[in-house]
């Protein structure tokens, strides 16, 4: 099982997460790039810090919100495939069979499921 997966949503369940789902997303593609610009200007920059750049960077704001954004999805039961795309699975099951229904950001509804042993590329229309 993966973490945090310990439920199975109905089709109804998983659309009305939805709405916040987007608003989650949304902000963490933001605060991603946020944390990528900062990487990049403790990249150019030589700072005096008891640790490296690197850990700098991770220590950060941005880089917090990243992880407390993702946390935020996770502790829905979502499980978040791709925080960049935005795409996300809920667990499910479709003819006593355990499945996924698939949804990615900018999607209007859950139209998408796959099975458990596959990805994005075993994709069916509900």
Same mark, same amino acid.
């Given at each position: 099982?993966?973490?945090?997966?310990?439920?199975?949503?109905?089709?109804? /369940?998983?659309?009305? !997460?939805?709405?916040? +789902?987007? =608003?989650?997303? #949304?902000? %963490?593609?933001?605060?991603?790039?946020?944390?990528?610009?900062?990487?990049?200007?403790?990249?150019?920059?030589?700072?005096?810090?008891?640790?490296?750049?690197?850990?700098?960077?991770?220590?950060?704001?941005?880089?917090?919100?990243?992880?407390?954004?993702?946390? /935020?999805?996770?502790? !829905?039961?979502?499980? +978040?495939? =791709?925080?960049? #795309?935005? %795409?996300?699975?809920?667990?499910?099951?479709?003819?006593?069979?355990?499945?996924?229904?698939?949804?990615?950001?900018?999607?209007?509804?859950?139209?998408?499921?796959?099975?458990?042993?596959?990805?994005?590329?075993?994709?069916?229309?509900?």
């Amino acid at each position: 099982m993966v973490a945090g997966m310990d439920r199975d949503f109905t089709h109804t /369940e998983a659309t009305a !997460l939805i709405p916040r +789902l987007t =608003d989650l997303l #949304t902000a %963490l593609r933001t605060a991603q790039l946020a944390a990528v610009e900062q990487a990049g200007e403790h990249g150019r920059h030589t700072t005096s810090t008891n640790g490296s750049a690197a850990a700098a960077v991770t220590a950060s704001g941005p880089f917090l919100e990243v992880q407390r954004l993702a946390g /935020e999805v996770e502790s !829905l039961g979502v499980i +978040l495939r =791709d925080p960049d #795309t935005g %795409l996300v699975d809920f667990a499910s099951v479709r003819d006593g069979e355990q499945i996924y229904l698939c949804w990615r950001l900018g999607e209007d509804r859950i139209e998408f499921w796959h099975p458990r042993d596959t990805g994005f590329m075993g994709r069916q229309p509900l």
